[in-house]
Nanobody, 115 residues
Framework: QVQLVESGGGLVQPGGSLRLSCVAS????????MGWYRRVPGKQREMVAT???????NTADSVKGRFTITTDNAKNTVYLQMNNLKPEDTAVYYC?????????WGQGIQVTVSA
């Protein structure tokens, strides 16, 4: 079993920045991949950024150049640095880790981009 605790969300003005954190209850070396996803009400959850066990990252086109996923193995933490935020980035953001054969999800955290 894996617990994931997200933090760092909130309200920010367009053009601002936030850093989301996801602390895992196990060492990150345990996982095959880690990532951030988001969901807007009425829409399907979408991938934002992922990183695999080899350190290879994948970022959605809609956030490429603005969002960066990183990890800190010493802190069992996955980060999502979000810069130049736009109103369309408003969503609930979820952390996910894949530990074969199961996906584990965090509880979600709200990010609101508004003037």
């Amino acid at each position: 079993q894996v617990q994931l605790v997200e933090s760092g969300g909130g309200l920010v003005q367009p053009g601002g920045s936030l850093r989301l954190s996801c602390v895992a209850s196990r060492n990150l070396w345990s996982f095959n991949s880690m990532g951030w996803y988001r969901r807007v009400p009425g829409k399907q959850r979408e991938m934002v950024a992922t990183v695999d066990a080899g350190g290879v990252t994948n970022t959605a086109d809609s956030v490429k150049g603005r969002f960066t996923i990183t990890t800190d193995n010493a802190k069992n933490t996955v980060y999502l640095q979000m810069n130049n935020l736009k109103p369309e980035d408003t969503a609930v953001y979820y952390c996910k880790v894949h530990w074969v054969p199961v996906d584990y999800w965090g509880q979600g955290i709200q990010v609101t981009v508004s003037a």
